[in-house]
């Protein structure tokens, strides 16, 4: 075990050298340990789905977990809230398919952004 | 390779000095992992115990976060009461005063433990367990060890609470709530510490007198002590009888924790008419051994019990 001082600085012990290393190595195997466990964690919070994200924030069930991850609720989409009321009795009470914005969303999104590609 | 630290200023001052040759094992002391050891598992029986089912892997996080939460504030007790633990029999062998750790360091690895322990299970398990990790880590550090330890002999009946929190954040881990029956666990554990601490304290009392810790037995006297060890034995008893009233224990439970029970009243009883002196001692290491079994059987009667019920359930 050597120890002494160069230009005031104390030189490392062989022993502390050791520890230091070790302490190292624990650190790492932490930070490893970690990292593997936020993945599994969020794996079981959001489901493969959400981990998985192939369609970006444009897959509904990814954005809606997320939302509900945080405690946030998803924002009420606009297209169900300002259609305005056919007016007169004669007006047709089925919608067509041209008409709909697109299909429900089950997260409650704006349609448009439950369509993969579509902006 | 050789590297090079910078010096410390005063080289009698080793336990503040920027250098450490701390192993890996030091570290883990800092956790107190026998202390942890009691958290984890009244902290699994809570979690077992509550009504909501958690997923597997949310549990194994969620008490992996209270140990990780229980251990970091045993290492910021560490930090701040490195001057005494320097001066005490039974901690004089801890890592910071025998220079292993720097106070420093136990300090930034009790906080940055605290941090993520409660950050984690935040972001995983919900937020209602996390702030009751918080509380628990805070209460421990701030109100015990630096407000209420050095100034009253009511410092580990009030402190006390910090260690009966686990249990309840298991239950609030799993449930997202707090309710009557994790209440109850607290109360247990509450009830628990001061005859388990005043027990260790009279056999020890010579090492918080010369460190100025006014402990029950050096406030009080030894006599006053036994007396208060008994009050709480019986009141102790008396609440963890109480689960098999509202469903957390069944009969089983109200049989074996009862048996228990007597079996602690006895030995607090031989503690408070045993004289002075080594018989006494004894007496009350006898009485600090068998608390810790106690309060194991306890709450492995619960789990038993919990775990039985689940089982024929499964069964039937």
């Known amino acids: ?119 | 390779m050789t590297t090079l630290s910078t010096p410390a200023a005063d080289t009698s001052d080793v336990a503040v000095s920027s250098t450490a040759r701390g192993d890996v094992g030091d570290y883990i002391a800092l956790l107190k992992p026998r202390v942890m050891s009691l958290v984890i598992f009244t902290a699994i029986v809570g979690m077992l115990a509550a009504p909501t089912p958690i997923h597997p892997v949310l549990a194994c996080i969620a008490i992996l976060c209270i140990a990780v939460g229980a251990g970091a504030s045993g290492a910021l007790n560490m930090w701040f009461d490195a001057d005494i633990d320097a001066q005490m029999q039974r901690t004089a062998a801890r890592p910071v005063p025998r220079g292993h750790v720097t106070a420093d360091q136990a300090l930034v690895f009790g906080v940055v433990l605290s941090v993520t322990s409660v950050m984690t299970l935040a972001l995983f398990v919900n937020w209602a367990s996390a702030a009751l990790l918080a509380l628990t880590i805070a209460f421990y550090v701030f109100i015990y060890t630096m407000w209420l330890k050095r100034r009253t002999a009511q410092n580990i009946v009030i402190g006390g609470a910090a260690g009966a929190f686990p249990p309840m954040i298991g239950w609030a881990a799993a449930t997202g709530n707090v309710s009557l029956e994790s209440v109850v666990m607290f109360a247990i554990i509450f009830l628990w510490t001061p005859p388990h601490f005043w027990a260790l304290a009279l056999y020890r009392a010579r090492d918080y007198e010369r460190v100025g810790v006014p402990m029950l037995p050096v406030v009080a006297g030894a006599q006053a002590t036994r007396l208060q060890i008994l009050l709480y034995s019986i009141a102790l008893v008396a609440v963890a009888a109480v689960p098999g009233f509202i469903g957390l224990g069944g009969i089983a439970y109200m049989v074996a924790s009862t048996l228990a029970g007597a079996g602690f009243i006895c030995l607090a009883w031989r503690v408070y008419v045993t004289p002075d002196g080594r018989e006494n001692d004894r007496a009350a290491k006898r009485l600090f051994g068998y608390s810790i079994f106690y309060l194991f059987a306890v709450f492995a009667l619960m789990l038993v019990e919990h775990a039985g019920a689940a089982l024929i359930k499964v069964l039937a």
């Open chain 1, 1 to 119: 075990m050597s120890e002494g001082l160069i230009e005031g600085h104390r030189v490392e012990t062989a022993d502390e050298a050791r520890a230091r290393k070790r302490r190292s190595v624990a650190i790492a195997v932490a930070l490893v340990a970690m990292v593997g466990l936020f993945y599994v964690g969020t794996l079981v919070k959001l489901g493969p789905e959400g981990v998985r994200n192939k369609d970006g924030f444009k897959n509904p069930n990814a954005v809606k977990k997320a939302l509900e991850m945080i405690g946030a609720r998803p924002a009420t989409p606009a297209a169900t809230t300002t259609q305005p009321k056919p007016a007169g009795p004669t007006a047709t009470p089925k919608a067509k398919p041209s008409d709909a914005a697109g299909p429900a969303s089950p997260s409650g999104l704006a349609p448009a952004t439950a369509q993969p590609g579509a902006n």
